[in-house]
């Protein structure tokens, strides 16, 4: 059975820390909805009503995109080991680019990692919990340092050289933002 809460509490906020992986979706007003696997150590509960979490770069740019046109974000995890349960986050946010004054802080909070594109800052309304009864037991083996290893070859001059080419529009052309970072 479902149940709302209108913030985290501390057991939430010690179920998010137990988990490796996190989605996030987000869209626009009109085209596509994207849904993002997140994982590494990205995400920060930092009250009751607020959670960061760090954008690596990848393939696409949707979040930047559709939080410019539309700032809602749902944020859920859902348990794949012993407790069977899904929580999700309902809320607004706000991307934070490198030209943010307050990205040197956000970004520190992750320890500065190569290929750091954004930090999403989120205000989060209303947390919802649900049973994971159908979610398949899994084991985590451990992270992957694929992207790490890209970014580092790459450089900071790659990086955004990939992200002019890559980052700049989503899917559905609407610009991400990512450009002011220039």
Not at 68 to 76: G, L, S
Not at 171 to 178: E, H, K, Q, V, W
Request: aromatic content about 10%.
């Amino acid at each position: 059975m479902a149940k709302q809460f209108p913030a985290f509490e501390e057991a939430h906020t010690r179920f998010i820390a137990e988990q490796h992986m996190f989605f996030v979706a987000t869209a626009a007003a009109t085209g596509h909805v994207n849904v993002s696997p997140k994982g590494r150590d990205s995400l920060r509960v930092l009250g009751p009503n607020r959670l960061i979490w760090l954008n690596l770069t990848g393939s696409g740019n949707e979040t930047a995109g559709h939080l410019a046109q539309v700032n809602r974000m749902t944020v859920m995890w859902c348990s794949t080991t012993t407790r069977p349960l899904i929580l999700r986050a309902f809320g607004t946010a706000r991307t934070l680019h490198h030209d943010a004054p307050d990205w040197d802080d956000m970004v520190a909070q992750f320890g500065n990692p190569p290929g750091a594109r954004q930090v999403y800052d989120m205000d989060v309304t209303l947390v919802q919990t649900s049973c994971g009864y159908a979610v398949p037991f899994m084991e985590f083996r451990s992270e992957r340092d694929t992207l790490e290893t890209w970014a580092n070859d790459k450089g900071p001059e790659g990086i955004r050289a990939y992200w002019e080419e890559k980052n700049t529009q989503t899917l559905d052309g609407a610009p991400t933002g990512i450009e002011a970072n220039w």
